[in-house]
């Protein structure tokens, strides 16, 4: 074979071949489906990092006793001891108010001014009885002069005794009348305090001050005397108002009471004194703390049931008044049950899961029912067997992974 054919040969594969590279380059190449599609719904998975960071704590579901709660429902109420009544110290004008109906005001905060026209009559009645002591002062040192002269006189004979004592007489007058007008002048002051005006704004009533000092000093700033809510507001500037009109409610929330209905058959088996877990609809997620403080000695005839208190701490206000609450009250009996610490139980669009821990290294969103639960676990009615692994705390990090993958277009 003559070598010019194998050299054709050889050209031909080489553009066969360089063809096909070409042909294969351009070649695209299907995207792998994400891991996340891929997952069955309800299924969460973890990066490794992720794993490790989220700081998951698994528990097994047992069978064990649990005491049985008594569940009734109530609402929140405040507390009587912690809701102020304000009304202004005297008849008077409203000016200006400075607050707003459901505005949180701190003790001591101005709620409005107005024009105190009983504290205006007292002014004018401590202006006058700080005249007449300086009058009556003035009388004293008077007569104590005229006293002094006449002792000087009696020395050397030239008053008769009777004078003497006739001069005495008059400045033990003149002080009893100094007296009187400082009990006066102390009486009104005291009316002043009770108004709100401190000593040093007493101080500076006097008169010899202009006339624009003394109205100034009428105009009262009626003020908070508790933290709390502005819960009435009875009150627009303009009106004449009296002492015996309520114009504000102020509420401290930061207790509450639960207020409930407890069946006559079911009274036997709550005791005042025992805790108590409240709910309500606003916080599916949340378990409030408090104690039964009070079960009425009376049952209402018409339905039969007895008035229950639980007393609820309340420090960043959760709890809103005339909120439809569910109390659970602990009772002597217990029962078997499956349980899980409560850490493990989420609720995601109102209905209470759990996220079951699979063999493969995923979690498995677990519809369930709850029952009854303590501070730290929860009954299982349904949804899951003794013996499943179901994640405790480090539950929520799951729930919010899920929540990311529907919002990504996941379920």
């Known amino acids: 074979m003559s070598p010019k054919p194998v050299l054709l040969v050889t050209a031909g594969l080489l553009v066969g071949v360089t063809v096909t590279y070409f042909a294969m380059g351009r070649r695209e190449t299907p995207a792998k489906p994400s891991a996340a599609a891929a997952l069955p719904p309800g299924v969460v998975e ?5 794993l490790r960071n989220a700081g998951l704590h698994f528990a097994i579901a ?17 507390e009587d001891s912690r809701v102020a009544h304000v009304r202004p110290l005297g008849r008077g004008l409203i000016e200006t108010v400075s ?6 005001v ?8 107005y024009d105190n026209i009983e504290l205006g009559e007292q002014v004018g009645a401590f202006l006058e009885a700080r005249a007449a002591l300086r009058t009556a002062e003035s009388d004293r040192e008077v007569k104590r002069l005229f006293l002094a002269r006449a002792d000087e006189l009696i020395k050397v004979e030239g008053i008769a005794r009777q004078t003497v004592e006739l001069r005495r007489g008059e400045l033990r007058a003149a002080e009893s009348a100094v007296a009187s007008a400082e009990a006066t002048v102390a009486r009104i002051e005291e009316q002043l305090h009770r108004f709100g005006l401190s000593d040093a704004d ?29 819960t009435r507001y009875e009150v627009a500037p303009g009106e004449l108002v009296e002492p015996d009109r309520e114009l504000f409610t102020i509420t401290d929330l930061s207790t509450v009471w639960v207020l409930g209905d407890i069946y006559e058959q079911d009274v036997s088996r709550v005791k005042a004194g ?39 701490e309340n420090p960043d206000g959760a709890l809103k008044l005339d909120m439809f609450a569910r109390i659970a009250l602990p009772t002597p009996e217990r029962r078997p049950a499956l349980t899980v610490p409560a850490a493990a139980v ?12 699979r063999d493969d290294g995923r979690f498995a969103r677990r519809a369930v029912t709850v029952g009854i639960a303590s501070d730290t676990d929860v009954e299982i009615r349904e949804g899951l067997t003794a013996g499943d692994e179901v994640v405790g705390a480090g539950s929520f990090y799951l729930k ?9 277009g996941g379920e």
């Open 62 to 78: 047992t069978s064990s006793t649990m005491q049985i709660r008594l569940d009734v429902t109530g609402t929140i109420a405040p």
């Open 106 to 113: 701190r003790k001591g905060d101005p709620l409005l001014t």
């Open 274 to 312: 025992a805790d108590a877990q409240v709910r309500v609809d606003a916080y599916p997620d949340r378990r409030f703390s408090g104690r039964l403080t009070y079960v009425s000695s009376v049952i209402d005839p018409k339905t039969r049931t007895a008035k229950a208190r639980v007393v609820v």
């Open 99 to 104: 607050v707003t109906l459901g505005q949180m």
């Open 202 to 230: 007493v101080g500076r009533l006097s008169p010899v001050e202009s006339a624009s000092g003394h109205r100034a000093a009428s105009h009262n700033i009626l003020r908070a005397p508790v933290n709390g809510l502005v």
């Open 46 to 50: 973890l990066a490794p990092d992720a």
């Open 400 to 408: 919010t992974a899920l929540l990311r993958e529907r919002i990504g």
């Open 346 to 357: 989420q609720y995601l669009d109102g209905q209470p899961i759990v996220f079951v821990r």
